[in-house]
Each structure stands twice: as C-alpha cells, then as structure tokens.
C-alpha cells in the first residue's frame, strides 16, 4: 500500500478498548497509538507520533473523535509547506489537540468535519474542516470540503491563511456506467483543478475509463509576464482486462 516515509523501519503499536454504555447502543472507544520512523541506510531517528485517542459513536452511526497528539521529526532538509512558509532542517517536536465529526451513513444530508489546534513543526497551526454532503438517491451524491487553515511561524514572522474548496459528484446511471467528477480551488496556489472520470463495465473484470484532468491558474498576472490560463491538461482512456479462473 501507500506509506508516508520511504526507505525507513516503522515499528508501529497500538492497544484499545471500548464498551457500549447505553442500553441503545452508544459506544466508547479509547486508544493509544504510538509509531516510530529509523532511516534504514543511518539507523538514525527519523520521526515519530504519539497519539492517545478517544471516541463517541451513536447508534445511528455518528462518530465524534477527541485525539490528543504528539510528533517529532527529525529533517534532514528545510521544506516549504505553503509558498510563503518554511520550515528549517533539525529536530522539531509538536503537540496538537484535533476533534473530529463522522457523519452517519443514514440521513440524505449530512455534515462531518474536523477542527485542529496546537504546534506544527516550530511553529503553530490552527484548522478548520467542513465537509457537508447531499445523498440524492442512490445514483447521485454531491459532497465537498471547506478547508481553511493558518500556520504561523513567530520566530521567521511567517503567518499565511491557506484556503481550499473541494466539490465532488458521482453520479450512476446503472451499475455498469458511472461519472465521477473532483472540482477543486486552491487559494495559495492560486490554482483551480477538475478530474472528471468516466466507467464503463462491459462485464466482469472488463472496464473502460475516459479521465480527463485540467490545471486553471487563477491569478494570471502573478508574474512580471502573463500567465496561461490553462496550466496544464490531459485526456486518458483506458481499458482494463482481468485474467484468471
């Protein structure tokens, strides 16, 4: 699968209990995670995260998520997480409290989200996430994310607002032919993006897939010399064949 270090042994534990507290079916978990990263090639540290965990789900599905959390890394280089941030190479040491809401999987309108508050590196991040959807019926849903962070960095005098606004579709005609399209707008990469996909089962294990990507930059006049509308575009069609027994 996909993992977020490369190239590292990452010794991982954690241990949970939950047990339901109301004769309706509410339900408490807790939990403590805690992960290490070392560099395969020096042996050396390369991260770290402590995460003590605890949850609230109701009957109908509902799960709110208290976590308390702890991460160290150790950066070998200074990397930029937005264009006008940046955080130095050495060791950093962050703590960070973050709530979460899990919307059920019952009612056609729902809203979950997630809000983040404490350390980030050597300086300090706060979040805010909006993520409400629309279940039509069952060959329409509309969702989005609403993003807006800020990251602070007293020390260099760094302090940027980082604005996001995600819009998904999928939409199915029949079991065989589906459409799924990802809208999105990026405020400090000043770049708006569109990923419409397109399935087709012919049967079993036979899919057809028409993707179509396209880049728009939004301030085209952020440079001495204009910017292209377009940043870039690409249409790819695809068919994929199962073999087997």
Known sequence: GYVERGDAIQPLAELGYGWVVSS??????????????????????EGSLATAALEYELPGGTLWTLALTRQEDDLLRPFTPVPDASVPAGRHT??????????????????GGTARA?????????????SPEWRAS?????????????????????????????????????????????????????????????????????DLWVVYNHDENLDRDRAETPIPGTARSGLLVKYTRSFGR
């Open 24 to 45: 309706a079916g509410h339900q408490v978990r807790g939990s403590v995670t805690s992960a290490f990263a070392y560099r395969n090639a020096a042996g050396t540290f």
């Open 118 to 130: 404490g350390e980030y590196y050597d300086g300090e991040l706060y979040s805010l996430l909006l």
């Open 94 to 111: 962050a703590g960070f409290v973050e709530l979460k809401l899990k919307a059920s999987t019952g009612p056609r309108v729902v809203v």
């Open 138 to 206: 069952a060959y329409l849903r509309v969702s989005a994310d609403l993003q807006l962070d800020r990251l602070e960095f007293p020390e260099r005098g760094q302090r940027v607002w980082s604005r996001l606004a995600r819009l998904r579709v999928l939409a199915s005609a029949s079991p065989r032919l589906s459409l799924s399209a990802v809208l999105q707008a990026n405020g400090v990469a000043d770049l708006a993006t569109a990923n419409l996909r397109l399935r087709y089962s012919v049967r079993e294990g036979h």
